[in-house]
Antibody, heavy 122, light 107 residues
């Protein structure tokens, strides 16, 4: 069974940093692209970014709203993906989900974790 | 960026109704479109990928269609468990972008 479990959310002050983790199991993690998606309270879904697999040099893509502030990393030996967030703003308050995708352009975001809440507030 | 416009943003329907939700892309995206269902407090669930392929385990009353710039999600006979918010996602080019969502409520 595919499982994705996020952790690391919490309350952080504006301008602060936080690192989210997503632990994966039940599939060959190293083959997959991994995405982060967020949802502000009462709002819709927003794609945050992606990290590709080793075959694609672990390259990354980001939404404009987080580019330069957020970094996606992965550790295939730990079956984990991370979202390093810095210079946090109040508008980054959201539930953050990790999701698994493939390298096929027509097969994205098949499975999601339960999400972890990040609150940016003073 | 490609903008995804969903319509309607909300709707009321009765059990047994046929429901159609539309998603329009600001430019052609071939068939690189996915539909998700999200119930309150729950994780989004993939229903349809590649515009018209039914995700394994999803009831056959759900279907997707379209290509290019206009896409539809159809529920042939609405069931009580289908009351939820539905989102489309384009993955033709970066950044990936979601539609604003369609909330399907009980009439």
């Amino acid at each position: 069974e595919v499982q994705l479990v996020e952790s690391g959310g919490g309350l952080v002050q504006p301008g602060g940093s936080l690192r989210l983790s997503c632990a994966a199991s039940g599939f060959i993690f190293s083959d997959r692209y991994m995405d982060w998606v967020r949802q502000a309270p009462g709002k819709g879904l927003e794609w945050v970014g992606r990290i590709r697999n080793s075959a694609n040099s672990y390259t990354t893509e980001y939404a404009a709203s987080v580019k330069g502030r957020f970094t996606i990393l992965r550790d295939d030996s730990r079956n984990s993906v991370y979202l390093q967030m810095s210079s946090l703003k109040t508008e980054d308050t959201a539930v953050y989900f990790c999701a698994r995708s493939t390298s096929n352009w027509d097969d994205m975001l098949e499975n999601w974790g339960q999400g972890t809440l990040v609150t940016v507030s003073s | 960026d490609i903008q995804m416009t969903q319509s309607p943003s909300a709707m009321s329907a009765s059990v047994g109704d046929r429901v159609t939700i539309t998603c329009r892309a600001s430019q052609a995206i071939d068939n690189y479109l996915t539909w998700f269902q999200q119930k309150p407090g729950k994780v989004p669930k993939r229903l349809i990928y590649a515009a018209s392929s039914l995700q394994s385990g999803v009831p056959s009353r759900f279907s997707g269609g379209g290509s290019g710039t206009e896409f539809t999600l159809t529920i042939s006979s609405l069931q009580p468990e289908d009351f939820a918010t539905y989102y489309c996602l384009q993955h033709h080019s970066y950044p990936l972008t979601f539609g604003g969502g369609t909330k399907v409520e009980i009439k």
